[in-house]
């Protein structure tokens, strides 16, 4: 009998489960997106869910998409070694129609922990973590080809694969999230369970892709987990998706501004940046 009240339950709770992200998906795919066109093939897209209608929550999402056809923008990376930039001052810097802050890095001396290759030269090798391992943001690879033409590449369980890489730019990040639809699994850290800032590129199976932010640590907008992440990703069409460094680093410019609220002055508004080592940009074919 007892047992029987267990399973119950649990049948009870795990149908409570998937009514709440059906609703969620619906929330995502039938918000009135603001909508704008910021270059050729490419638009911002904001929208402000401030009704607690999103994970039960509040949540603001901004993410630019663009289309890999003719005269689109072209993905590329900007980096620094020791200096900090905003991700705005290196979008100016630049000269890019928009820029999202990149992968991880050290905070006090600047410098991707993960690695980075640009122009075929390797700037940054992976900075393992104390048993010699990788870590799970250095599991997936950004990759540019000579086209300009951005696609995500998952770890072949080798030490050196991302030096075999053919790309000659590369940026290694994580953890991945979605990878030709497949989800992927994740481990049960705080990181990962936790609400915070978000940063995320994903690809489309029409080819588009996705660069997101999701606002966080505010009561305007919460943040979401990596789960929560993966399933905005998915609800938004992407086939492949991946985290990159978030939190305080969240951002998300273009060339009118900041477009979303970063959260490392603690205040709603768009002039909290943090100042990091590398970020993605789209620039003029």
């Known amino acids: 009998m007892k047992k029987a009240s267990l399973l119950a339950i649990f049948f009870i709770a795990l149908s ?26 490419t638009t911002l897209n904001t929208y402000h869910f401030d009704q607690k209608n999103l994970f039960s929550s509040n949540q603001y999402i901004s993410y630019i998409e663009i289309k ?6 072209v993905f590329a990376f900007g980096n620094e070694v020791k200096v900090k930039k905003t991700t705005s001052t290196f979008g100016k810097e630049l000269g890019a129609i928009a820029a999202i802050n990149g ?3 050290d905070v006090a001396n600047g410098g991707s922990v993960d ?26 690879a950004i990759v540019i080809d000579n086209k300009g033409r951005l696609a995500l590449k998952k770890w072949d369980k080798t030490p050196n694969w991302e030096n075999n890489l053919t790309e000659k730019d590369i940026m290694v990040s994580g953890p991945l ?34 660069l997101l932010t999701v606002d966080g640590r505010q009561e305007n907008s919460a943040g979401v987990s990596l789960y929560e992440l993966t399933n ?11 985290n990159l460094d978030g939190g305080g680093s969240t951002t998300l410019w273009v060339r009118e501004g900041v477009v979303n609220h970063p959260s490392d002055n603690k205040t709603w508004d768009h002039e909290g940046e943090r100042k990091v080592a590398n970020v993605v940009i789209l620039k003029k074919k």
């Open 16 to 41: 409570n489960l998937v009514s709440a992200q059906n609703n969620d998906s619906l929330v995502i795919v039938n918000a009135s997106w603001n909508t704008k066109r910021i270059a050729a093939k």
């Open 115 to 140: 690695f980075i290759k640009m122009n075929g030269t390797v700037i940054k090798p992976n900075v393992l973590d104390k048993n010699g391992n990788r870590t799970r943001h250095q599991q997936t």
């Open 232 to 242: 905005v990703m998915r609800w938004l069409g992407c086939v492949s998706a991946i």
């Open 103 to 105: 992968t991880f890095f």
């Open 177 to 210: 999230l979605v990878f030709n639809k497949n989800v992927e699994e994740l481990d049960s850290s705080s990181f990962t369970k936790s609400r915070h800032p978000r940063t995320a590129i994903g690809i489309k199976a029409n080819g588009k892709v996705i």
């Open 68 to 73: 890999r056809k003719g005269n689109a923008p």
